[in-house]
């Protein structure tokens, strides 16, 4: 008998029965920093659930959430793919100096449609300013650290369609001034506490209002964020995450219960960018005490506003900051019941192209 | 369940092989058989009872032609014969064609009271009709003894390693190995040798490829260049060999792993000189499929010239028509049946004299062009494409998006033209003849870990916001 035979006999099946041993007997986990969701676990066996075919696609689940060293793998297909001189993983860009961006993908017409359609709807239906802007993805400002020839859906046209509306003001001219610094993080898909200031500053010009000088409260180093993740990248520069001093504020979720503006107990976590509001609340009311009868203002929002909602606190009376995604109660009664004098709409380029909840605004 | 995913590699795979030697041969195609049945109703748990009804029938129809036979009742034979192929078409049309029938029919009469009914393809049902098939024939034509051991039978038409992707066995050609196999470690060890390599054409060459020509696809015709449109067509067609040829692998190692030899399903088809010899390379056993039970049976090219080519146009549009239901399969069927006659024709002949760059110029090209209909559904788009490879749309011969391909997937697509040719298997099989065996098992470890890094890679789904 050939002793190879045996060898790659033993290999294979060993290495087969190592994989099938380890899911057994290794302890599951619940959350994956890495993905930022909650992991399968075993699925609950009936006989009926089994027959409808739920059992086994949850089986499956389970068992591909549960392999052994699931993040090692995904690693070593990263260095696999860089190894093929890719230029981009899992719909990520390798870019230059160290940058991954979002590549952009042609969004859907009609989504187009109802979002921009939407933003009209309810300036419409509200009798204070509704303002709204975009705020473009790094690879619209960053297009010269793109890979050579990457020829992502191009922002300007979102920009442009925008740039129709009387309610549109411009961000974009801003950020591009500022290019050359570090604006957009390099291994997540938001801009910096910077780009949040540049526009911060083109915001007040807009409202009228002097933007204050900022002062650095604390660095949250160490930061590898979602584009990071997404590319299943490794071995790559890291980004900080800082953020700056308030003034006097009270700060409340939904409920009218406290909660913290810098929630810190996510600078041990992976997802350092929740440091701000802690993720994103369905609504956060910021109210500074130093100012008394000032503007109001309702800032609908997705997750870039979260580190511009700080600077906003220094020039508005009430920031009520309100995310789609998991409050789709009526604005307009909530305006009125609140008192509201201005409502701001703002959202990154992409979430706005393809947001599915942008369209409940107008309820 | 497919094989190129977690489940099957890490689960189902060390518990089939467990079973399967842990017990005694007798007991060996009792356990196939519920095991294959596993395999196949994971995803449709349902349909086992079309797998199981399909068993019973052609059991006893084996058996009937048989007996027949045996008295010398050879039209009665004849009857249960046709009674099979009745059947296994029925079911193959019912579930396969019935929604595309009515889709005509309404398309030409729309006020008539009928619906498509929409109900999911059981996967593999057009493998294992054709394999069910050949058993009842193979027995009518004495090429086979009928199967009376029903646990034999149902392991037979069953057998998961190539029951979803094929290739497609004929029953004489496993009959004495589905009850006198034997298994060994030398035939396991050469299994694992095809497994790993059909592995590794699927999870790291056919995966990864297939994602260019998705993007290529998905742009608008209006962005497209004529060199994009060639490179989306090959990455489609190197797509599908590698995956297809990948499976067959797969299938033959699994096969060999539980003792049985099964037919080459792929020999590097783009070497060849002529569409004659490029179907005697691609999807072998498909071919060889129809040459035995359609076009020898029809007269083949035993006859005028005439008749001769209406055997090959009849062949031709059911290969086309069983690669899937919709018309743009049948002119891919069509496309070859003439450039077939064309060769059988005058051109072969001249092929052959003509240098070899010609001669595989001349096939690939064609090739890649009835490939557009295979990949594009709809006769307009297919034929939008078509003309756009040859600048008919007033598209650029070049723009950003193919140098960027280019320069994103250069390097894999250099990796798919060499594995294409036989260049690799004769690499290894030099390995091996210079006692450089040790090498083996190494690679088979190294194609191991990086297919298990794509497949787990596969399953990856970071979400951007947290998500409960």
Redesign the interface.
Known sequence: MNKYSKITTFTFVGFIAVFFLLLIIMPKSEFSEMENRNLAQMPKFTFERLFNGKFTAEFEEYVTDQFAFRDTWVGMKYFFEKALLKTENNGIYFGKDGYLMTKFVKPDDSRLDINYGVVRKLSDSLDIPVRFSLIPMASYVHADKLPGNANPYNQQILLDRASQMEEYFDLSQALLAHKDEYIYYRTDHHWTSDGAYYAYEKICQEYGMTPHDRVLRKEYPEFFGTLYSNAGARMVEPDTVTTFMVPELSVKDENGNDIPLYDESFADKKDKYSVFFGGNPPLVVLDNAEIEDGEKLLLIKDSYSNSLAPYLTHNFDEIHVWDLRANKTSISEYVSANGITQVLVLYSTENFASDTNIMFMSK | MVFS???F???Y???V?GIYYALPKKFRNGALFLLNLIFYG?????YITIMLLSTVIDYTHGILVENNLAKGNVKKAKLWVSSSIFFNLLLLTFFKYFDFIIGNILAIAPNLPIKPLGLPLPIGISFYTFQTMSYTIDVFRGDAKAQRNIFAFGSFVTLFPQLIAGPIIKYKDVDDQLTHRKES??K???G??T??AGLCKKALLANNIGPLWDSIYATNMADQSVLSLWLGIIAFVLQLYFDFSGYSDMAIGLGRMLGFEFMENFNYPFISKSITEFWRRWHISLGSWFREYVYIPLGGNRCSKARNFFNIFVVWATTGIWHGASWNFLIWGLIFAVLLMFEKGFLLKKLQKAPGFIAHCYTLFFVLLSFVFFAIEGMGAGLEYMGGMFGLNGLPLIN??F??NI??????LV?LFIGATPVVKNTFCKIRENKN??L??VL??IG???S???L??A??????????
């Open positions: 995913s977690i489940l590699m890490f689960i795979l060390p518990c092989l994971w995803g449709e748990p349902i470690v030398e396991f060890a050469k694992v040798e497994f790993m950003a998006d140098l960027y320069r994103n997937y250069g390097a894999l990796l065996e040790w083996v098992p088979c470890a191991l870990i990086i298990t890094a794509y787990v890679d399953s990856y789904n970071p979400f951007l916001y947290f998500r409960f």
